[in-house]
């Protein structure tokens, strides 16, 4: 139940576990404009760990939005690869060449 995984994992957890999905679901469908969202995936889920490692040490960090933060510090990227793929495609070959 619902009841039981909160006192199981805790609120935040699946607060962090929601988002999570909700970020997968508005991935855009295919490889639109050259976006590749196995890759965005494992990006945001590795800096959303490093930010609530890096806010466990901190005495004035709050974790979890450490953990939100990183886990969407990149969502602009899915929102323009979804909506102005030319110009996302554009982006992306400059930064290639431009570094």
């Not at 469908?29 to 490692?53: I, K, N």
């Not at 901190?58 to 939100?68: E, G, K, S, T, W």
């Not at 030319?86 to 431009?98: D, G, I, N, T, Y």
Request: hydrophobic share 50%; aromatic share 10%.
């Amino acid at each position: 139940s619902i009841d039981h995984a909160v006192v199981f994992l805790g609120f935040n957890t699946l607060k962090n576990l929601a988002l999570s999905i909700a970020a997968v679901g508005m991935l855009p469908s295919g490889h639109t404009a050259s976006f590749d969202g196995s890759r965005y995936l494992l990006h945001s889920h590795t800096t959303a760990s490093v930010a609530r490692q890096l806010a466990q040490r901190l005495p004035l960090a709050d974790v979890h939005d450490c953990f939100i933060a990183g886990l969407l510090h990149d969502f602009g990227k899915v929102v323009v690869a979804q909506f102005m793929p030319q110009e996302f495609r554009k982006a992306l070959e400059m930064s290639l060449w431009q570094g």
